[in-house]
C-alpha cells in the first residue's frame, strides 16, 4: 500500500523559513520522482515543484524560484521542501505526489502525472 505522508506544516511569520517532509512507502521511492503541489484557499491545486528521480535535478514553478528547495535522501525514502523567505502568498495546503512513471528521463509537472499523495499539511504565512 501506497503512503506519503507530509509533515512540518504551521504557521509562520513572512520572511521565516520552513521545511516540509514527506515519508513515502509502499514503492519504490528511489525509482520516482517526487513533486510538490499547494493549493490556497478557493484556489486550484497547483505545481510547486518536483526532483528527479536521482536527486541531481529540479524544476520549479517561477513564483518560488530562489526561495524553494526540493531535495530527497532516497535512504530514507523522504523528500523536503524547504522554504525561505516565506510570503503571504504561499499560504496553501501543501501536497507531496509520486510521479507514476518510474525512472522517467525528464521532471513532470502536470498533476495528472503524479499517480500517488500525501494527504496534504497546512501551511500559513502570516504578514
Known amino acids: 500500500q501506497v503512503r506519503l505522508v507530509e509533515s512540518g506544516g504551521g504557521l509562520v511569520q513572512a520572511g521565516d523559513s520552513l521545511r516540509l517532509s514527506c515519508a513515502a512507502s509502499?514503492?519504490?521511492?528511489?525509482?520516482?520522482?517526487m513533486g510538490w503541489f499547494r493549493q490556497a484557499p478557493g484556489k486550484e491545486r497547483k505545481f510547486v515543484g518536483a526532483?528527479?528521480?536521482?536527486?541531481?535535478?529540479?524544476k520549479y514553478t517561477d513564483s518560488v524560484k530562489g526561495r524553494f528547495t526540493i531535495s530527497r535522501d532516497n535512504a530514507k525514502n523522504t523528500v523536503y521542501l524547504q522554504m525561505n523567505n516565506r510570503e503571504p502568498d504561499d499560504t496553501a495546503v501543501y501536497y507531496c505526489?509520486?510521479?507514476?512513471?518510474?525512472?522517467?528521463?525528464?521532471?513532470?509537472?502536470?498533476?495528472?502525472?503524479?499517480?500517488?499523495w500525501g494527504q496534504g499539511t497546512q501551511v500559513t504565512v502570516s504578514s
Open positions: 505526489a509520486a510521479d507514476g512513471l518510474g525512472l522517467g528521463y525528464v521532471i513532470r509537472v502536470r498533476e495528472s502525472d503524479y499517480d500517488y
Open positions: 526532483i528527479h528521480w536521482t536527486g541531481t535535478s529540479s
Open positions: 509502499g514503492f519504490i521511492f528511489s525509482k520516482h520522482a
